[in-house]
């Protein structure tokens, strides 16, 4: 054999690696593959966009307090009092207008720890990070909530700040959260609920070993099914909604992307 | 193999990204996402071949995807942008490891099976499990050879191996592995 083309595939041939490269090729990386299931572009780009919008909606405030104090018609009574409309808008979000240095940084849970022996930093850099703080993790909801009203309290804005909240599932960002779950963690979800829907193939008489494929949205900050609908032919059918019905009982493990779609075929009974 | 950083084309993005692996590595630790999808580019083969001579291939994109998520996320720490590759491989190798130490139940699933099974694909992960039989010293050179197509000494430098290892566990793993395929050293089969 030619040992020349084992070390540098630019040699000749020898036919016997040749052969194996021909067989094993196809279990290669896929070059072609798109990197869109590789976060990082996301990482940043996620926290970034509350940021966007609260300085948009920061500045749009300020102008309108601006044009109020200028049209009233006492100038002289400087102090404007402005708490009073803010109540309601604490709860949505307090000011991640500081979060912009720490979306990077934040990712204290990695049980596994990088490789290189020198570094200890880790988890310094990650542990002070304020981001979570301003995140408003659901469960410490009534928390921040008290300690960072003060400071930043917005004023007449609550409605711009509830939209930015409705557009993008912002409060829900964890940073500790994986940015998707792993397959693995796919099938451990859906494996429980897999009984459950194939019944529905008894129940509605399906054809034993026939497929009904299942759309879902998972939404990650609770890990719940937010929408699940069963592709054609059984869209509309009561075997489609029983199966349906079962996949929105699924619960995965939180992360932290946006709502992540996936497809699904049970196999009936 | 292109080195990295020369891989890209087309959007000006990626041309912006043309310039030695450790300017790529510096700018990535600087979050510079084109030059780390540069990076991506230039050393996923080599990611995905350690990790595919370790784990079932159902699990290898994750965990290809896991390994470049950590590596983003953990780049600032790196000291040396010149140790990059084997800082890399190093991540690989012990996602693959962990992965491989969790039990995982191994029900096949209907939207997770592979939707073609041809004989050449069946044929392909009968030698693939072949490979994984092998000492372990062997797996990595051979999968990184034969599956990923990459050059001896590219897989040296991109792993951080010293030449002479690899080139020996090369000639070696593909001896035993053909003896295992009972396949005589001209290529020929017995």
Redesign the interface.
């Known amino acids: ?1 030619s ?1 020349d083309y ?5 040699a000749e041939p ?8 021909d ?7 896929d ?1 072609d593959a798109p ?1 869109d ?5 996301t ?2 780009s996620t926290p970034t966009l509350p940021a966007k919008w609260f300085l948009v909606v920061a500045i749009g405030a300020a102008t309108v307090l601006v044009a109020w104090l200028l049209g009233r018609p006492a100038p002289d009574v400087k102090v404007p009092h402005v708490p009073p409309v803010a109540a309601p808008v604490r709860r949505v979000q307090p000011p991640p207008a500081s979060q912009e240095p720490s979306p ?2 934040v ?1 204290p849970d ?1 049980d ?1 720890a ?3 022996p ?2 200890t ?2 988890r310094p ?1 990650a542990t002070p990070a304020p981001a979570p703080k301003d995140r408003l993790p659901p469960k410490h909801e009534p928390e921040p909530a008290d300690t960072a009203e003060p400071e930043s309290a917005p004023t007449a804005n609550d409605g711009a700040v509830s939209v930015e909240c409705i557009l993008e599932p912002c409060p829900t960002i964890d940073e500790s959260l994986p ?1 998707r779950p ?3 963690q796919i ?2 979800a ?2 429980p609920i ?1 009984d459950r829907a194939r019944a529905c193939g008894s129940e509605h008489d399906a054809a034993s070993g026939s ?1 009904v ?1 299942v759309r879902m949205t998972i939404e990650g900050g609770t890990g719940h099914v937010q929408k699940a609908h069963a592709d054609a032919p059984h869209t509309d059918t009561l075997l489609g909604r029983c199966v349906a019905e079962a996949v929105l009982e699924a619960r995965f493990p939180r992360f932290r992307g946006r709502p992540m779609g996936l ?5 009936m009974p | 193999m292109s080195s990295p950083g020369t891989t890209s084309s087309g959007s000006s993005d990626r041309a912006r990204v043309s310039s030695t692996p450790v300017d790529l590595v510096e700018r990535a630790k600087a979050r510079d996402r084109a030059a780390f999808t540069a990076l991506y580019r230039a050393y996923g083969r080599m990611v995905h071949g350690i990790v595919l001579a370790r784990v079932e291939r159902d699990s290898v994109a994750d965990l290809v995807q896991d390994v470049f998520e950590l590596a983003w996320r953990q780049l600032p720490q790196l000291e040396q942008p010149e140790a990059f590759g084997s800082w890399l491989a190093t991540i690989a190798r012990r996602r693959a490891a962990a992965r491989r130490a969790r039990p995982v139940a191994s029900e096949p699933l209907p939207e997770l099976r592979d939707p073609v099974s041809t004989t050449s694909h069946v044929e392909a992960r009968a030698i693939l499990r072949l490979i994984r039989s092998l000492p372990e010293a062997y797996r990595e050179p051979l999968v990184l050879r034969l599956v990923e197509g990459m050059s001896g000494p590219e897989i040296a430098a991109r792993t951080g191996l010293t030449a002479g290892s690899v080139r020996v566990n090369l000639h070696r793993g593909t001896k035993l592995l053909r003896r295992k395929l009972g396949r005589d050293d001209q290529g020929g089969r017995r």
Do not use: C, N, T
Not at chain 1, 6 to 10: A, F, K, N, T
Not at chain 1, 23 to 29: K, N, P, T, V
Not at chain 1, 263 to 267: A, E
């Open positions: 054999m040992k084992l070390w540098d595939p630019s020898d036919d016997g690696v040749k052969e194996l490269e067989q094993l090729r196809e279990l290669g990386f070059h990197p299931p590789f976060e990082w572009e990482m940043k990077a940084i990712e990695l596994e990088p490789p290189e020198k570094q930093p880790a850099r940015p792993s397959r693995q099938r451990a859906l494996r897999i497929l494929r497809q699904y075929s049970f196999r």
